[in-house]
């Protein structure tokens, strides 16, 4: 999948036919998920080079919809999804974005833990992204199963940019709550219709992750992060050092995404931050400010184009 552009006018009309001046429950219909978006009936999710994307880049935005967290969803409607594409049209910090969307929840306690669109590169992404399921669950169990947006980058997508270029993905898993440590081999069998005798833990989830993309985690202080930010910090510190991003105002988001991809990419953090106006320049700056880039990041598309 991955064909087409997307574009400023098509997002308008969509956006003024479908989201602005809806409310969450109003763009957000779907009251069980969709068959279509159920990891157990995919067989592979691809992002494909084509005439329109030559060079596609895969990029995976794995939002968690429990509790509160449905206002991460209901942000990239609004103007996330248009502020991403149009930004990396306009920065070209990789070539050719295909994006995929997930729903992430809790695989001890709900009933659609993981929901995952297509890899799209125009208008049709808005329209599957509003078709998912904002079940709103999670449980008191001190944790998401982010592991499984990990899970099935690794073992259910297809991506061009690796098998031709040698090249990764990018992989946002966003939420404000510790990472459960992995998916059991029940869990696997429910969510994935995958027998793992043992089940995967979180490390080894997230390895099969990075094969084909580099993975960063956005906590989200509007929620649990904000009441005990230690507590998500050491979950997630040991897995992806120098890879978190603390989001202060989750209407920045795709700013922090675009940016992270810029500074992964060889650009200078303070010339990113300073790059966005008005609120989104802090945002950004504090979200990066302890970003790292590994060994021989950067350049990609300056190495791919000359």
């Given at each position: 999948m991955g064909s087409g552009r997307w574009s400023r006018s098509a997002w308008d009309d969509y956006a003024s036919r479908n989201v602005h001046g809806r409310s969450r429950d109003q763009i957000f219909t779907a009251r069980r998920m969709d068959p279509e978006f159920d990891p157990a009936l995919i067989g592979v999710r691809e992002s494909r080079?084509?005439?329109?994307?030559?060079?596609?880049?895969?990029?995976?935005?794995?939002?968690?919809?429990?509790?509160?967290?449905?206002?991460?969803?209901h942000e990239l409607m609004n103007s996330g999804l248009n502020t991403l594409a149009t930004e990396i049209y306009e920065r070209r910090p990789v070539p050719d974005p295909h994006v995929?969307?997930?729903?992430?929840?809790?695989?001890?306690?709900?009933?659609?833990?993981?929901?995952?669109?297509?890899?799209?590169?125009?208008?049709?992404?808005?329209?599957?992204?509003?078709?998912?399921?904002?079940?709103?669950?999670?449980?008191?169990?001190?944790g998401e199963s982010y592991s499984a947006?990990?899970?099935?980058?690794?073992?259910?997508?297809?991506?061009?940019?690796?098998?031709?270029?040698?090249?990764?993905?990018?992989?946002?898993?966003?939420?404000?709550?510790?990472?459960?440590?992995?998916?059991t081999r029940d869990q696997m069998i429910d969510v994935f219709g995958e027998d793992i005798e043992r089940g995967l833990s979180a490390r080894e989830c997230l390895a099969l992750a990075q094969r084909n993309f580099d993975v960063f985690h956005v906590v989200v202080?509007?929620?649990?992060?904000?009441?005990?930010?230690?507590?998500?910090?050491?979950?997630?510190?040991?897995l992806l050092p120098g890879r978190l991003l603390i989001l202060d105002d989750h209407r920045r988001l795709a700013e922090v995404v675009v940016s992270a991809i810029q500074v992964?990419?060889?650009?200078?953090?303070?010339?990113?931050?300073?790059?966005?106006?008005?609120?989104?320049?802090?945002?950004?700056?504090?979200?990066?400010?302890?970003?790292?880039?590994?060994?021989?990041?950067g350049g990609m598309l300056r190495r791919l184009l000359g």
């Amino acid at each position: 999948m991955g064909s087409g552009r997307w574009s400023r006018s098509a997002w308008d009309d969509y956006a003024s036919r479908n989201v602005h001046g809806r409310s969450r429950d109003q763009i957000f219909t779907a009251r069980r998920m969709d068959p279509e978006f159920d990891p157990a009936l995919i067989g592979v999710r691809e992002s494909r080079d084509s005439e329109d994307n030559p060079m596609s880049t895969p990029i995976i935005l794995a939002s968690d919809v429990t509790g509160s967290m449905g206002l991460i969803a209901h942000e990239l409607m609004n103007s996330g999804l248009n502020t991403l594409a149009t930004e990396i049209y306009e920065r070209r910090p990789v070539p050719d974005p295909h994006v995929m969307v997930m729903a992430v929840g809790d695989a001890e306690t709900d009933i659609a833990p993981l929901q995952v669109t297509q890899f799209e590169a125009d208008i049709r992404l808005a329209d599957q992204v509003r078709r998912l399921w904002l079940e709103g669950g999670g449980g008191g169990n001190g944790g998401e199963s982010y592991s499984a947006a990990h899970a099935f980058a690794g073992l259910r997508t297809d991506v061009d940019c690796m098998a031709r270029r040698g090249r990764r993905g990018y992989l946002f898993t966003i939420g404000d709550e510790p990472i459960l440590d992995g998916m059991t081999r029940d869990q696997m069998i429910d969510v994935f219709g995958e027998d793992i005798e043992r089940g995967l833990s979180a490390r080894e989830c997230l390895a099969l992750a990075q094969r084909n993309f580099d993975v960063f985690h956005v906590v989200v202080m509007e929620g649990y992060a904000g009441h005990d930010l230690g507590r998500v910090l050491r979950s997630w510190k040991p897995l992806l050092p120098g890879r978190l991003l603390i989001l202060d105002d989750h209407r920045r988001l795709a700013e922090v995404v675009v940016s992270a991809i810029q500074v992964a990419e060889g650009a200078d953090l303070g010339s990113v931050a300073g790059s966005w106006s008005g609120p989104a320049s802090a945002v950004v700056a504090k979200a990066l400010q302890t970003m790292r880039r590994p060994p021989g990041a950067g350049g990609m598309l300056r190495r791919l184009l000359g």
